[in-house]
């Protein structure tokens, strides 16, 4: 048992080392979580995006002719390691390439994909995903935004929600509606479309943290070409299945302050006449929040044996975010609980430790929501991996358009 | 990367999960819980046979010479089985203590007797409902004889020999040390204990002046039982996982047999969120422990700090997949013919043999403290 590369992984790694210690920069501005390319963050992103696909860094596990390097998931996780010790500019194209171009390479035509991928892999055109509606969250396949055929073409008319990076996006793919007398899952087509079509209108939704980061993307007799279709009319779902399958690897939680920054603020706040440290609820809290953050620490480690030896992670790998973002609102909220009437402050230059707690209290909030709530997590884990029944539909045969909705 | 168990010891422990499924299926379980008996003799001489008493004893004295990862594997599937066997007792404590602070003369003696299984040993701390301190010991040792009394002493009442921890009087002082007792002696008394896993026996010893072999411990002698603590933590985790994970299935098998108003109750979320969250504390439990498995073969440095994280997520793990388990069943879950009561009682047997989880979370923050994270 340990934690060291194969001679194989070990080459592999050296050789990107030497290839980043060559050619990323120190760039001391990054981008960050908040993907704003006002700041010049996404010229720079473009600019890395271009040297990596060059090197065949950009997607390790593509096939070469789609300019991958052929390679296998444990060195892409080696490069990844690796990038992350360079403060370079990245995250604008983790959705188009973890999730749109992949579902393109599964359903596009030849010609299509000789079009779109390389441009993509460069970072030359980005991409987004447009699945969420107002009545469409965890029953994504509610979608309401519909399309109807006109000649060769199909109109699009309706709403998207939450869809990140929409504003400074170039392509998109879309799930629409394009029968709404058939059972739900049967009505739906998917496009992929030109974000710059007209009538489409992009608007930033404001967040309870008072950040920006995704938006809502209003469809008005929006035309779209039939060669842009995905699949078969109606067979819109299956396509999405391909893409929600990317999200589930691509989604987690970003790196947030854990049990040590607990640890530190306990050893400087006083509790009850004594540092907090000494208190034995404090001390009880930090080692269950240890026991949770090393415990899946190690779980990745058992996933990364599996592809090192190339097998499928276990089912093991699905319990990452349902564990680590209510970890972090509950951490977050007992560190605010330890600063007493104080921990309402969320003024950096007064609040304690630069008010990290209080703004990952906020977001927390979202984390718990985004890329599969809590409540869906666990039906995932009793569905797929414990082998438990759905609940009772009653969304399975009825026609959509006579199931009972909130509007 | 390779974190994991090898080839090798999964066979193993296959091996051993076969052999308890068909020579300890539940109703052996049963049949100690119903019976005067303390243990199921029969299981244990199997173990026995099949070597794994020995399994980390060296082959010179007649073991195994295999390492603690192949313990690991082999606690999951006695934890699986709820086997009613000496099991930790002798193998995870009495033998590991006697490999690490025996003399070469008390390692000749007992551990060859120990391997064959011609003996059974136990390990005695605690004394009262009062948690045991480098400074509360009562039971005290001086010229080669100790007094006192222990108690609850898991198969203190069949066990053959006691690792025990003493006060040293010797040097007039009130050092911590270890001694080895004989327990077929007449200056010891033992007497069988009502605890809530009669499948387990647990027993008060009495010591009157009864001979005992003081153990080549060092001067820090509490730091040397922590040390065995830490490693029985290790191993029991993965008993404690092993229970948890039959816990689960058996929970899992209920749900969807059960038709409640007109469906399998597995397909309500109330339900299946439940059996999610056992699953998630077993896989945290079982990550954890991966890497206390990985310390204590390795001797690492980290041994401490890991041992308490696979203390605490296993007995968390355990506790609620063992008490969840009765839950999902409803009322047939609490009668006295469902099995679901083997869990529960073990767990808590598990989960208390080694000190409180209070007192464990203390000692993974102080390791943090001490490793000065920040």
Not at chain 1, 109 to 130: D, M
Not at chain 2, 134 to 163: E, F, H, L, R, W
Request: charged share 25%.
């Amino acid at each position: 048992m340990d934690f060291n590369d194969t001679p194989e992984e070990n080459s592999f790694r050296l050789e990107v080392r030497e290839w980043l210690k060559n050619n990323a920069n120190q760039d001391k501005k990054s981008a960050g979580y908040v993907l704003d390319e006002e700041d010049g963050a996404l010229s720079r992103a473009r600019e890395w995006q271009a040297k990596k696909a060059e090197a065949g860094y950009a997607a390790i596990t593509w096939p070469e002719e789609y300019g991958g390097l052929g390679g296998t998931s444990i060195q892409s996780v080696i490069y990844s390691q690796e990038e992350a010790k360079y403060n370079v500019p990245t995250g604008f194209f983790d959705i188009g390439l973890g999730m749109c171009i992949p579902t393109m390479m599964a359903w596009a035509t030849k010609e299509q994909n000789e079009r779109f991928v390389e441009p993509a892999l460069y970072g030359k055109e980005i991409w987004c995903q447009l699945f969420s509606e107002p009545s469409a969250g965890s029953d994504v396949a509610g979608v309401r935004t519909k399309a109807e055929k006109d000649g060769d073409d199909w109109i699009i008319n309706g709403q998207k929600v939450w869809t990140s990076g929409a504003h400074y996006c170039d392509f998109g793919i879309i799930v629409v509606r394009t029968d709404p007398n058939v059972p739900k899952h049967k009505g739906l087509s998917f496009f992929f479309l030109d974000m710059k079509s007209p009538g489409i209108e992009i608007k930033p939704i404001r967040q309870i943290s008072g950040g920006s980061n995704f938006n809502e993307v209003f469809f008005t007799d929006v035309r779209v070409s039939d060669s842009q279709r995905l699949g078969e009319v109606g067979e819109g779902w299956k396509v999405a299945l391909t893409t929600l399958m990317n999200e589930r690897l691509a989604i987690g939680v970003p790196k947030s302050a854990d049990y040590p920054s607990l640890t530190q603020l306990a050893k400087d706040v006083i509790l009850n006449n004594k540092p907090a440290i000494k208190n034995d609820l404090v001390r009880s809290k930090i080692a269950d929040w240890y026991v949770q953050s090393e415990g899946l620490k190690y779980t990745k480690m058992r996933s990364l044996t599996s592809l090192s030896k190339g097998e499928t992670p276990g089912p093991e790998s699905s319990i990452g975010k349902v564990v680590s973002a209510p970890k972090m609102q509950d951490l977050a909220s007992f560190a605010m609980d330890l600063q007493g009437a104080a921990g309402i402050l969320n003024d950096p230059d007064i609040a304690l430790m630069h008010s990290i707690f209080q703004n990952q209290w906020m977001s927390a909030a979202g984390y718990r929501i985004a890329g599969g709530t809590d409540e869906i997590l666990r039906n995932i884990v009793a569905e797929r991996v414990l082998g438990l029944p759905q609940d009772i539909r009653v969304d399975k045969t009825a026609p959509f358009n006579e199931l009972a909705s909130s509007r | 990367m390779n974190f994991d168990f090898s080839e090798d010891q999964k066979l193993l422990k296959e091996q051993v999960a076969r052999y308890l499924s068909d020579n300890c299926p539940i109703e052996v379980v049963r049949g100690v819980l119903e019976s005067d008996d303390y243990y199921s003799s029969s299981v244990w001489k199997g173990l026995v046979d099949l070597g794994l008493t020995g399994t980390t004893i060296p082959e010179e004295y007649g073991g195994l010479g295999l390492g603690p990862l192949e313990l690991c594997v082999i606690a999951e599937e006695l934890g699986r089985a709820s086997a009613p066997v000496p099991f930790s007792s002798s193998v995870y404590l009495a033998t590991e203590a006697l490999k690490l602070f025996g003399t070469d003369l008390q390692k000749e003696t007992w551990l060859p007797k120990l391997a064959s299984g011609e003996i059974i040993g136990t390990f005695a701390l605690p004394e009262s409902a009062i948690e045991p301190n480098a400074n509360n010991i009562q039971c005290s040792y001086s010229s080669n004889t100790i007094s006192g009394v222990k108690m609850p002493i898991p198969d203190g009442n069949y066990a053959d020999i006691c690792i025990t921890v003493v006060k040293n009087t010797t040097k007039g002082g009130d050092d911590i040390s270890m001694v080895i007792v004989p327990l077929d002696n007449s200056n010891v008394t033992k007497k069988s204990l009502s605890t809530l896993d009669q499948t387990r026996n647990h027993t008060e010893i009495t010591f009157n002046n009864a001979e005992a072999d003081l153990m080549d411990n060092s001067d820090d002698g509490w730091s040397d039982v922590q040390q065995i603590l830490d490693i029985a933590a290790v191993l029991m985790a993965f008993e404690q996982i092993g229970g948890a994970e039959a816990s689960l299935n058996m929970a899992k098998e209920y749900a969807l047999d059960r038709f409640a108003f007109g469906r399998q109750i597995g397909s309500y979320q109330a339900i299946k969120h439940k059996l999610a969250d056992m699953y998630i504390k077993i896989e945290l439990a079982k990550s954890n422990s991966y890497f206390g498995a990985m310390m204590l073969n390795d001797n690492g440095s980290d041994l401490k700090i890991a041992a308490a994280a696979s203390r605490v997520a296993a007995t968390d793990a355990f506790n609620y997949a063992a008490q969840e388990n009765i839950q999902t069943h409803g009322g047939i879950g609490f009668t006295w013919e469902a099995n679901t009561q083997f869990y529960y009682r073990r767990s808590q047997v598990l989960g208390l043999a080694l000190g409180s989880i209070a007192s464990w979370k203390d000692k993974l923050v102080t390791q943090l403290e001490e490793k000065n994270i920040n």
